[in-house]
């Protein structure tokens, strides 16, 4: 089977979060398991620059009436699986994010943008399209690539399979509906049984409406979305389509997050040398600012600063782990009030330090150098840090939701416990649950043993791919 990963970002050419993570590492996943696959992408100039073997491809004419779209073939730059580059200056090559403007604010063509992105994969899923390798699945992923289906289905092209994958169900793409006059759909695709959604239209529920499977990346969250807390009004439609739904909890990359080799940290250490980890706590105290002292448990935060993520939840509790004699490093980017408010509470604490910033290798040292790891998370569909975290023997507190629910085991269990869990994200449910954490590092024996079961827990990538392959081989949904 031939089979198109479609996605609006990919490590290691550009990445805003796990999304980019999971688009490097689970075609290259697939391909060594024997699937024929290949990625789309949009030309970004960090792609075009990152690619390797790039050639001029085809024309794909001037669909959207701003220009004309060329498919640039390449290659990715580490693992060689070929690549399609959606190439559209006008709406591609510029400064600033992918998704935003260096203010902040989304792109105001973020429509066009992602149509494009669309409306491209769905034709080369099209035989008359004179393409010479033309995909039997098109894996699509959140709602940038979510009007695929409807172009499929307004352009008649049929004999592919749709799987949409939600990586997060909270950023669904929602516009005026003035925008029909410029993604060349019909008009009769702004309805009920299309792309719109009360008075909008949404490119989540295209993709939710259109595909024949939908996963999700993790078997807890494919529960969750179907309730009204964590659906963001697509619960009665995922609920319809439960029978198509599934959970597939993501891997992670041991290429590029392995204690044992990992080239950016200061000591290499495995689950046999785990005395070594702590010249990667000292290291990591130096480099933040921080005293360097064994004996304060160090606590962790990489992520987006957002509510989402329950920074407001650490910050409620600062007060606490500085009483309780240890110290906690930031390192990330996103609301404006927490990143002035960590900036503050860093320069003026010993023990707290922040790194407003998006930094790949203090990322891992900050994984590799701390104790423990929190994630208050209000909702996470997988969450890929527990994970890291876990690999590295820094063992996370994690709110009990989505993917952390299906990766962290509470120390309260009897086998394979490895970390602390809580329910409630209330700030004293996680100052409890840093307590927890605390008393149970005091004691270096038990310690250890949460460590060593906390390293050997597999979140390789095959396992997942193999769960993909399975619903790639399940048949068309039939429509009635
Ligand atoms: P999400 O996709 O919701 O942002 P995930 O945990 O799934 O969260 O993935 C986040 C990815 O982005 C991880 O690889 C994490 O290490 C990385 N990341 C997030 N913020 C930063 C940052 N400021 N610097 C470096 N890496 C970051």
Not at 79 to 99: A, E, H, Q, T, W
Not at 450 to 458: G, P
Request: aromatic share 10%; charged share 25%.
């Amino acid at each position: 089977m031939s089979v198109l990963f479609v996605a609006s970002e990919a490590y290691p050419l550009v990445k805003t979060g796990g999304l980019a993570d999971v688009a490097g590492a689970l075609p290259p996943a697939l391909a060594e398991a024997g699937e024929d696959i290949r990625l789309l992408l949009p030309a970004y100039p960090q792609a075009l620059d990152g690619v390797v073997n790039r050639r001029d491809g085809r024309s794909m004419g001037d669909p959207f009436g701003i220009g004309e779209v060329r498919l640039i073939e390449a290659q990715m730059p580490d693992s060689g699986l070929p690549v399609y580059l959606v190439d559209c200056p006008v709406l591609y090559r510029r400064d600033g994010g992918i998704y935003q403007q260096a203010s902040g604010e989304d792109w105001p063509d973020n429509h066009a943008r992602f149509a494009l992105l669309s409306q491209i994969a769905a034709r080369m899923g099209n035989p008359l399209e004179g393409g010479d390798w033309v995909p039997d699945i098109l894996h699509l992923n959140d709602w940038q690539t979510g009007l695929a289906g409807a172009y499929l289905h307004y352009y008649g092209i049929k004999g592919v399979k749709t799987v949409f994958t939600i990586h997060n169900l909270r950023y669904q793409g929602q516009f005026d509906p003035s925008i029909m006059q410029v993604i060349a759909l019909p008009q009769e695709a702004y309805g009920v049984n299309g792309i719109e959604f009360h008075g909008a239209v949404s490119y989540m529920k295209s993709a939710l409406f259109f595909s024949d499977h939908i996963t999700t990346v993790s078997r807890t969250y494919a529960q969750e979305i179907q309730t009204p807390e964590f659906g963001y009004g697509m619960e009665g439609l995922l609920q319809a389509r439960a029978e198509d739904l599934y959970g597939i909890v993501n891997g992670i990359d041991y290429g590029i997050w392995n204690p044992e080799t990992d080239r950016l940290i200061a000591q290499n250490y495995s689950i046999d040398s785990l005395d070594r980890k702590m010249a990667n706590k000292r290291a990591l105290q130096r480099e933040m600012g921080l005293p360097v002292d064994d004996d304060a448990p160090l606590l962790g935060f990489v992520g987006r600063l957002t509510e989402q993520k329950g920074v407001d939840l650490i910050a409620e509790n600062l007060q606490y782990i500085m009483s309780a004699g240890a110290q906690i490093v930031f390192l990330g980017t996103g609301d404006k009030r927490l990143e002035d408010f960590l900036k503050e509470l860093s320069s003026s604490h010993a023990r707290i330090s922040a790194r407003i910033m998006y930094n790949e290798e203090i990322a891992h040292r900050i994984i590799a150098g701390c104790d423990m790891f929190l994630m208050p998370s209000r909702f996470e569909p997988c969450g890929l840090t527990q994970m890291y975290a876990l690999r590295y023997g820094t063992l996370p507190i994690v709110r009990r939701t989505g993917g952390l629910n299906d990766t962290v085991t509470d120390l309260n269990e009897k086998e394979g416990a490895d970390g602390v869990v809580f329910d409630v994200p209330v700030p004293q449910a996680l100052g409890k649950a840093i307590g927890r954490a605390i008393t149970a590092w005091k004691d270096k024996n038990e310690w250890r043993q949460l460590q060593q079961n906390a390293m050997k827990k597999d979140f390789g990538w095959d396992r997942s791919a193999q769960e993909y392959i399975k619903i790639y081989r399940k048949p068309r949904r039939v429509r009635v």
